[in-house]
C-alpha cells in the first residue's frame, strides 16, 4: 500500500473506534438532559430538544442521590487512605526491612492472588456479621482496609529506594517510623498516588460486596443505588441516563484529571506480575 | 535485631487485615462448603451441621448450576477472544507511525474501563432496547431486522458479550502497547531488508514479540470474565429463560436469596477450582508451544 493511503485506512478505523466507544458516554450524557419520555422515539434522538435538568432534579430530590453520592465518597476515601497507609508499610517493609519469614511470607502473598475474591465472600459475611458490621460503612470499609495488590505494587517500587540512604539515616539516630515517615514516604510519592487512585475508583465501582452487605437503603452506595432503581424505574430511560450520569462521571473527571498516574499502574501492577 | 523488629512491626497491621478478612474466610469457604450453613445456623451456630459433600452433590445433579456453568463458559469462550482482538487491533492501531492524536484516541480507548459496570449496564440496556435502542437503529440501515437483544435467549448473551468488550478492551490495550513498543526496531528492520511483507512482519515480528504478554493477558481477562456478575444482574436479572444466568449470579441468589450459605460457599469453590485449572492448562499449553 502507498503511504498516504494506508494513513487514510490507520486514522479512518482510529476514528471509527473512537466514535463507537464514546458514543455510549456522550448519549447517556445527552439522553439524560430530555424530558421524560423523550427518548422513547423512533428514530433515537440524538440531542435533547428541550433540554431539561428535571431528571436530575429527580434523581437529587426523590431519589436522594445526593446521599447515595455521599456514602460513595466516603467509603471510598475512608478505603483508600486506610489501606494507602497499611499496604505503603507493609509493602516497604517487605522491600527493605530484612526480617526472618519474609521472603517465605511474600512468596505465599504472591501465590493468592490467584484466589478470587468471591471465594471468601460468604464466611466474610457471617464474620461482618458476627462483628455487628453488616448493614454500617465498616462493613464495606474493614476488609478492604489492605490488599495484595497495593502491598505488591508498593515492594516493587520501593525495591529502587537506595541502601545508602536508609543506612545514613540509621547511624543519624533516627528511628524505623521516623525514617519512614520523612525519608521513604516522600520517595514513594508517585506510586501512592498511583494506588490512591487505583483504590479509590476500584472501591467507588465496586458492586457485588456493597450489594450484599449494605442491607438499609440509606447506606447504599451509587452503583447499589442505581442498580435498585434501574429495576424499579425499567422505562424511564431519561431519569435513569441521569442516575448513570452522576455514578459514573465523577470517576471519569478523576481519571482523566489523574490519567497519567492510573496507567503507570496498570502497567507495573500487570506487567511486572 | 531493631530493623527485623521493626519489620514485623510494619508488616503486622496488613497481615492481620488479610488474615483476618481474607485467608481464614478462603479456608472457611471450604468448611462452610461441607456444612448445610443457613439462616438458622447465621443466628445460632448450634443448628450447624457437618454434611459432607453433599452440597458439591446436589449441586452437580442439579440441572439449574449446569446451566449456569455453560452460560459462563458461553460467555468466557466467546468473550475472551473477541475482547483480546479488539485490544490487539486497538494497540496496533494506536502504536502505527501512521497515526495521528494517538494520545487522544489512546486516553478515549481507555475510558470505558474506569466507568462504573452498573452504570455503563444501565446505558447498553438502553442501547440495546428493542424499539428506542441505538444499535438496532443502527443495524437497520444496512437492512437487518430488530433484534430482541434483551428478550431472546439467544441473543442476550451476546449482548452482554458487546458490553463486556466496549468495557475492557481498553484495559488489555494499554498493556499490550506497552509490549508493542518494547519490541526492538532492528527486528523489523532486519525482517523488512530481507523482503518481508506486512503480513509476515506481523506474523514473525510482532506476534512472537508479544506472545508472554498476550498470555498473560488472557489469562487475566479470563479470570476476571469468570466472575460474570453485575451485567446480569442489571441488564436481563439472569434471564430470559435463565440464559444469561451466570455461576457468580446462581451463587448470590443461592447464598443471599434462598440464604444457603453452605451451598453457595460451594459454588464459589467449584468456580475457584475450575479458574485455577483452566489457567493451570493454559500455562502448559503456552509452554509446550514454546518447546515445539
Not at chain 1, 490467584?114 to 460468604?122: D, H, N, R, T
Not at chain 2, 469462550?77 to 482482538?85: N, Y
Not at chain 2, 513498543?181 to 514473525?204: C, M, N, V
Request: net charge positive; proline share 5%; hydrophobic share 55%.
Amino acid at each position: 500500500m502507498r503511504k498516504p493511503v494506508a494513513t487514510f485506512w490507520v486514522n479512518a478505523a482510529l476514528l471509527t473506534g473512537a466514535i463507537v466507544t464514546a458514543f455510549p458516554l456522550v448519549w447517556m450524557i445527552s439522553v439524560s438532559f430530555m424530558p421524560t419520555g423523550a427518548a422513547g422515539h423512533y428514530p433515537p434522538p440524538m440531542l435533547p430538544s428541550e433540554p431539561t435538568l428535571d431528571n436530575y432534579r429527580q434523581m437529587f430530590a426523590k431519589h436522594s442521590a445526593g446521599r447515595y453520592m455521599f456514602n460513595s465518597a466516603f467509603v471510598a476515601t475512608c478505603v483508600t487512605l486506610i489501606s494507602l497507609c497499611f499496604n505503603t508499610m507493609a509493602g516497604y517493609a517487605f522491600a527493605k526491612l530484612r526480617f526472618r519469614g519474609r521472603e517465605w511470607l511474600f512468596r505465599a502473598m504472591l501465590g493468592a492472588l490467584v484466589i478470587p475474591g468471591q471465594v471468601a465472600m460468604i464466611p466474610l459475611f457471617a464474620l461482618v456479621k458476627e462483628l455487628g458490621l453488616v448493614s454500617s460503612y465498616g462493613g464495606v470499609i474493614v476488609p478492604a482496609m489492605a490488599s495484595i495488590f497495593g502491598i505488591f505494587l508498593v515492594r516493587q517500587y520501593a525495591l529502587s529506594i537506595p541502601e545508602d540512604l536508609l543506612e545514613a539515616a540509621r547511624i543519624d539516630g533516627a528511628s524505623e517510623w521516623r525514617i519512614f515517615r520523612s525519608i521513604v514516604v516522600p520517595l514513594l510519592k508517585p506510586i501512592l498516588i498511583t494506588l490512591g487512585i487505583l483504590t479509590f475508583l476500584g472501591t467507588w465501582n465496586d458492586f457485588m460486596w456493597p450489594l450484599i452487605v449494605l442491607s438499609s437503603q440509606k447506606l447504599y452506595t451509587l452503583p447499589v443505588a442505581l442498580a435498585g432503581l434501574s429495576r424499579e424505574y425499567v422505562q424511564d430511560n431519561e431519569l435513569m441516563m441521569a442516575g448513570a450520569v452522576i455514578t459514573t462521571v465523577p470517576v471519569l473527571v478523576l481519571f482523566l484529571a489523574l490519567q497519567r498516574y492510573y496507567i503507570a499502574g496498570i502497567l507495573a501492577g500487570s506487567v511486572k506480575g | 535485631m531493631k530493623v527485623a523488629r521493626a519489620g514485623w512491626w510494619f508488616v503486622a497491621p496488613a497481615l492481620m487485615v488479610l488474615a483476618v478478612f481474607f485467608f481464614i474466610p478462603v479456608l472457611a469457604a471450604f468448611a462452610m462448603s461441607l456444612t448445610d450453613f443457613d439462616l438458622y445456623a447465621l443466628a445460632d451456630y448450634d443448628n450447624l451441621r457437618f454434611v459432607g459433600f453433599h452440597n458439591y452433590v446436589t449441586l452437580l445433579t442439579q440441572p439449574l448450576f449446569w446451566k449456569a456453568l455453560g452460560n459462563t463458559f458461553y460467555f468466557v469462550i466467546l468473550g475472551v477472544p473477541l475482547s483480546l482482538g479488539a485490544s490487539l487491533g486497538a494497540a496496533l492501531l494506536v502504536n502505527s507511525k501512521l497515526a495521528r492524536f494517538k494520545n487522544v484516541y489512546r486516553t478515549i480507548y481507555f475510558a470505558p474501563v474506569v466507568t462504573t459496570m452498573v452504570a455503563v449496564a444501565v446505558v447498553w440496556r438502553y442501547i440495546f432496547h428493542t424499539r428506542y435502542g441505538f444499535l438496532n437503529y443502527v443495524l437497520g440501515w444496512f437492512g437487518i431486522d430488530p433484534i430482541d437483544w434483551m428478550g431472546d435467549p439467544h441473543w442476550s448473551m451476546p449482548a452482554i458479550v458487546i458490553l463486556a468488550i466496549w468495557k475492557n478492551f481498553g484495559y488489555n490495550m494499554i498493556i499490550l502497547l506497552a509490549a508493542l513498543q518494547s519490541i526492538p526496531e532492528d527486528l523489523y528492520e532486519a525482517a523488512r531488508i530481507d523482503g518481508a511483507s506486512g503480513w509476515q512482519l506481523f506474523r514473525h515480528v510482532t506476534l512472537p514479540g508479544l506472545a508472554p504478554v498476550l498470555l498473560l493477558v488472557s489469562i487475566l481477562t479470563m479470570t476476571g470474565y469468570f466472575q460474570l456478575f453485575a451485567e446480569p444482574y442489571v441488564m436481563t436479572e439472569g434471564g430470559p429463560l435463565q440464559s444469561t444466568l451466570s455461576v457468580l449470579y446462581f451463587m448470590y441468589e443461592e447464598g443471599f436469596k434462598w440464604w444457603s450459605l453452605g451451598r453457595a460457599s460451594a459454588v464459589a469453590f467449584l468456580l475457584f477450582v475450575l479458574m485455577f485449572a483452566i489457567t493451570l492448562l493454559q500455562l502448559r499449553l503456552a509452554r509446550r508451544q514454546v518447546n515445539a
